[in-house]
């Protein structure tokens, strides 16, 4: 059992270094940005963000349940029929 604990831990280890370390790139890229009238901000990075998201959650934790699964235990639709029912 130890060995799993072990694995685990290697794994999120891996994962805060790999955020930590893609935070310092964030920071490196938009303070050395030459393009000043047109400054790169974190909105430039939510493509990134996302992959790093898919890297340190479900790629590197096969099998193992996403975080946001609500209290009930139940998975809301992820988008709501708001179109409206035709005219009789």
């Known amino acids: ?47 990134s963000q996302r992959e790093m998201e898919l890297l340190t959650g479900s790629r590197l934790h096969p099998g193992r349940q996403p975080d946001a699964i609500p209290a009930g235990g139940q998975q809301q639709a992820q988008f709501e029929d708001v179109t409206p029912a035709p005219w009789p």
Do not use: G, N
């Open 1 to 47: 059992m130890e060995s799993q604990t072990s694995i685990e831990q290697q794994r999120e280890d891996y994962a805060r270094e790999l955020k930590r370390r893609f935070e310092d790139y964030k920071q490196w890229a938009m303070t050395h940005w030459p393009i000043a009238e047109q400054p790169l901000d974190d909105a430039a990075f939510v493509a």
